[in-house]
């Protein structure tokens, strides 16, 4: 597309960047729409992440997202945070304004949307839900899923200590689970979420027995390369129901392209397609 001189701009800023699939994801949309603008991948090492906003906010940029490692730092240089971002802790998606820099976290959101779309019959009250991990990811997974109504959450992590600050920060519904006692904490389960890189390509697979898990719960995989992973085969053959993390990074980026480009997009099976076709 041949951008005019009133093109909305946007990109991603991060160190290094290039890994990021978001310009793919959203320049599927910008064309899809038919929409004058682009959006670009932005490297932007630490020492000049304030510098960095400035100057593009002062070139018309409309906004940005932000990936690692600066999702925590742009807090502090966001005019206003909302509340899902303080909860969790870190800020993926900025938005330019009059008004300044409104800095938001869509990683909740596009978990429980992509939940919604892979398992619409589920609901958090079927049972308890257990989240293998306790990074960033997790955090936002622990949001979604307590202010979706969960009465307990178990958190299971290989460092115990990052479990136990996680629970005390989100207070009584969460409870701690030792990483050597996972298989048992799949009891009468309603869902079960991987945020660790266990099981990813290069790493290592993430052991666990699904034989306790309950009929019908769903099993939620946040890596998505591959996109099958041995977790996820491992439920569906045991019939549980199976959501792969590709949506979540999907549908995270609707909010961001809708307040910078005007348009509500819409996750479709021609854009996974098309992001998956990049590597």
């Not at 946007?10 to 038919?34: E, K, M, N, Q, T």
């Not at 959101?109 to 293998?132: R, V």
């Amino acid at each position: 597309m041949i951008l005019s001189g009133k093109a909305a701009l946007a990109g991603v800023i991060g160190w290094p960047v290039g890994h990021s699939r978001s310009p793919r994801l959203h320049g599927f949309w910008l064309d899809h729409y038919g929409i004058d603008g682009a959006y670009l991948p932005l490297p932007v090492a630490p020492e000049n992440l304030e510098s960095a906003l400035r100057g593009l906010r002062d070139a018309g940029f409309r906004g940005l997202n932000v990936t690692i490692p600066h999702k925590e730092s742009v807090m502090a240089l966001c005019d206003r945070v909302d509340d899902a971002a303080r909860r969790i802790g870190a800020v993926n998606t900025l938005v330019f304004g009059a008004d300044g820099i409104k800095g938001s976290n869509s990683d909740a959101f596009g978990f429980f949307e992509n939940l919604k779309a892979a398992a619409p019959d589920y609901n958090a009250a079927s049972g308890p839900a257990l989240l293998l991990g306790a990074g960033g990811a997790a955090r936002a997974v622990a949001v979604a899923l307590l202010d979706a109504g969960l009465a307990e959450l178990r958190i299971c992590n290989r460092s115990p200590e990052r479990a136990e600050r996680l629970a005390a920060e989100l207070g009584s519904r969460v409870k701690v689970v030792s990483w050597d006692d996972r298989a048992a904490a799949l009891d009468d389960l309603g869902l079960l979420v991987n945020s660790t890189s266990l099981g990813m390509t290069g790493q290592p697979p993430l052991a666990l027995d699904l034989n306790r898990l309950a009929e019908g719960a769903v099993v939620y995989d946040l890596v998505y390369a591959p996109l099958e992973t041995p977790l996820l085969a491992d439920a569906r053959a045991r019939g549980a129901r199976a959501v792969d993390g590709l949506g979540m990074l999907l549908h995270q980026a609707r909010p961001g392209f809708a307040a910078w480009f005007g348009v509500e997009p819409k996750v479709t099976a021609a854009l996974r397609d098309f992001v998956l076709q990049d590597g």
